[in-house]
């Protein structure tokens, strides 16, 4: 069976209040070929999920108004981000921070200054949790996928 371009691309939602960040990371994620939009707050996150239908969101914790552990909540009770992988992206690094974020039901977390040059490897880019898992990556930061930091 082959895979065609379309069927590969994905639909990613970059949240975050910092402009040049999501700026930086859906241009990244664009030209690899997929689909990219951005929110900078929580409230603009819920509304383009439900428009959108993201496969990939990947949300900052520290947000205003809307925390990133809120927003998080209202996207797992939005029908078309059920399948979401839905990854935590913050400074905030340390073991009870990512305990926090598992706990609440994020898929991956990652600290900000991992983001890009995770996910611009194809492993990331492709959301197969398997092949992420033996990715070579993984084995140069001794950790598992879900605590990069």
């Known amino acids: 069976m082959t895979v065609t371009a379309a069927e590969s691309r994905l639909r990613v939602l970059v949240v975050d209040d910092d402009v040049d960040t999501i700026e930086s990371t859906a241009l990244l994620f664009q030209m690899r070929g997929h689909e990219a939009k951005t929110a ?4 603009a996150a819920i509304e383009q999920t ?7 969101i990947l949300l900052d914790i520290a947000m205003p108004k809307m925390d990133g552990f809120q927003v998080l909540r209202e ?9 979401s992988t839905i ?23 990652f600290r900000s200054r991992w983001i890009s ?5 194809s492993c990331g880019l492709r959301i197969n949790r398997a092949d992420c898992e033996r990715h070579p990556v993984n084995s140069l930061l ?8």
């Open 87 to 109: 990854v935590a992206v913050t400074g905030y690094a340390n073991r009870a921070d990512r305990r926090r974020c598992a706990e609440a039901g994020f898929d991956l977390h």
């Open 142 to 149: 001794d950790r598992p996928i879900r605590s990069w930091t």
């Open 50 to 56: 439900k428009a959108f239908c993201p496969q990939l």
């Open 117 to 121: 040059a995770y996910w611009s490897n």
């Open 40 to 43: 900078r707050d929580g409230a």
């Open 75 to 83: 996207l797992r009770g939005i029908e078309c981000a059920a399948e």
